[in-house]
């Protein structure tokens, strides 16, 4: 029997593969098959065999079928769950792009450029859907996880490096019209799937170097609520020694940040670069709650009691714990 932790996240997955699948159906459907483009990954195979067959089979159909040998690796190096998953994935999305076929026969647009720029949008979003809910709908998809959590890849990279090869293919057995149309419909796919994936959840780190470094980390901390580290540096020409502020924020804070650092140094010196992943315990939190309990644990006594006064002022600063005068009075 799932837990509870667990039985809700096969709950949103599920929900997520059934929403981003009806997505990626329409856009294969009502723009992709219509002007006999391609698509990527396992799909896009199985639209070579669904052109050169006529439709002798479903497209639905097809793409199950073809799933099956896939089924393995998602067991292999997935897990149980993810298998449960990848079936229930492949499943839906099967039988949605079949309940979608009428689509075809609509004509939503008659150039086959902005089919393939639509059906492309269509594909990445639901795709995008289906991956931020923690799913997928078979295919490459188990392959693009395991290549992801192996080598930390994004998972629209791995798919579009995939598919280029499905286009050759597709180049010979169909035309290189419609692998060249593809080509910008795959494109756009990997790109939307990525930024549906990160949203506004991306984050930012940010190296300073400041000769306010103390205030600088109060700022950081008191203003945007994150915490920071500060590195010993040294200045390749002067060789004079310099501190070097790391502090890892989300996408929305990066402007807030940037203002308040040049408003108290202006001489700040500051590095943007994306962040692909970010591991640790209490990093969406706002709270130094915990904090103390951490640094205790340090094998140093002496820097352990230093870092607890100064959280416990931190933490007096921000309301976290109430002051003497607000327990007298209680």
């Known amino acids: 029997m799932l837990s509870k932790p667990k039985y809700l996240s096969t709950v949103k997955a599920i929900i997520h593969i059934i929403i981003g699948s009806t997505v990626f ?12 483009l391609l698509s990527g990954g396992i799909s896009g195979l199985s639209l070579i065999i669904y052109y050169v067959t006529q ?5 639905g159909s097809i793409n199950f079928l073809l799933n099956i040998p896939v089924l393995y690796a998602a067991w292999r190096w997935l897990g149980r769950w993810h298998l449960g998953i990848t079936i229930l994935g492949t499943i839906i999305m099967s039988i949605l792009i079949n309940l979608l076929s009428p689509l075809e026969a609509l004509e939503l647009t008659k150039n086959p450029i902005i ?24 295919g490459m998809d188990p392959i693009a996880m395991i290549i992801r959590n192996r080598f930390g890849l994004q998972i629209g990279s791995i798919l579009f490096g995939i598919n280029m ?8 057995v169909i035309n290189i019209e419609a692998a060249a149309t593809t080509l910008i419909s795959t494109y756009l ?3 939307v799937t990525n930024k549906v994936i990160t949203g506004f959840n991306q984050r930012k780190a940010m190296f300073i170097i400041s000769y306010k470094p103390v205030t600088i980390c109060n700022l950081i901390i008191d203003k945007i609520g994150r915490g920071a580290t500060i590195l010993n540096g040294e200045g390749a020409y002067t060789h004079q020694p310099k501190q070097v502020i790391m502090v890892v924020v989300s996408l929305l804070q990066v402007a807030r940040l940037k203002a308040a650092v040049e408003a108290e140094d202006p001489t700040a010196f500051m590095v943007i670069t994306d962040a692909a992943e970010v591991i640790g315990t209490g990093f969406s939190a706002r709270s130094t709650n915990g904090a103390v309990e951490r640094v205790l644990q340090t094998c140093d ?15 007096k600063a921000r309301n976290e714990i109430p002051s003497q005068e607000h327990k007298e009075e209680h």
Request: hydrophobic content about 50%; cysteine-free; proline content about 3%.
């Open 55 to 59: 439709g002798i089979l479903s497209l």
């Open 25 to 36: 159906a329409v856009g294969v459907q009502g723009f992709i098959v219509p002007h006999k």
């Open 189 to 191: 796919a990997a790109m």
């Open 165 to 172: 090869m499905i286009l050759i293919v597709g180049a010979i």
């Open 301 to 315: 006594p002496v820097k352990a009691a230093e870092a607890e006064q100064m959280i416990h002022e931190v933490q």
């Open 115 to 138: 089919g393939g720029i639509l059906g492309g949008l269509f594909s990445g979003l639901g795709l995008g859907i289906v991956y931020r809910g923690g799913g997928n709908t078979g």
